[in-house]
């Protein structure tokens, strides 16, 4: 089953002057599958994950998540609809330093505002323990290492359920033995938890051992 669809995607640069950044890309990814996108830097990939996150709507083409359309939606609609089906896991964490762990973890599930709070604490300490972060709840999230605030922003993509979560170099700031953790929480998540995964690498052996690449060269899909 399909968790997003791709259909001749264009979209252009108009800055100094007119560039197609990509040309007529379509494809799927399936429900529990964890996709690496990698290319050389400017070969369109990151300018499609912002397209796929619905973060930029200036685009020719159709994108559809969960069987929703979401081409066309308006910015409070598609606000909404990112906040509960889609999790983000970027290169730099995002946490708000001055939060603790458990606060930061619980912000999109309580901006969503369809549980109760203690419902939304109790799924955020299920997951800081899913991913070895209990104990440090209480802390914040400042006085954390570079490899825990990684994992506390996966937990933070996780809070809401997503039909996606969306990794643009999600290890890019990590050195190797946490990179190497992150990829593994990405793998059990997609394995055992069915979690969908789409995460924009430069990082070959992360890439690798994926499910599948998806890989870009000019704006076009060439794998």
Request: include cysteine; glycine fraction near 6%.
């Amino acid at each position: 089953m399909s968790a997003l669809s791709a259909k001749h995607i264009n979209k252009y640069f108009y800055d100094p002057q007119k560039f197609q950044v990509l040309k007529d890309v379509s494809f799927e990814v399936n429900k529990g599958e964890f996709v690496a996108v990698v290319g050389k830097s400017g070969s369109g990939k990151s300018t499609l994950l912002y397209l796929l996150s619905t973060m930029d709507t200036d685009y020719e083409g159709e994108i559809l998540i969960n069987d929703a359309k979401v081409t066309g939606l308006s910015q409070n609609e598609l606000a909404r609809f990112r906040n509960e089906h889609i999790g983000f896991v970027f290169q730099f964490h995002y946490l708000l330093p001055e939060f603790t762990v458990l606060d930061n973890v619980m912000l999109p599930a309580l901006k969503l505002n369809k549980k109760p709070k203690e419902e939304i604490e109790a799924k955020a300490m299920e997951l800081l323990t899913l991913l070895d972060i209990k104990g440090h709840e209480h802390k914040q999230a400042s006085k954390l290492s570079g490899g825990q605030q990684q994992r506390v922003a996966i937990v933070r993509a996780l809070i809401n359920d997503p039909a996606i979560i969306m990794g643009d170099e999600p290890t890019g700031n990590l050195d190797s033995k946490n990179t190497k953790v992150v990829f593994d929480i990405f793998r059990q998540l997609a394995k055992e938890q069915g979690q969908t995964i789409i995460a924009v690498t430069h990082d070959d052996e992360f890439a690798a051992n994926c499910d599948r690449i998806i890989e870009f060269s000019d704006g076009s899909i060439i794998l």
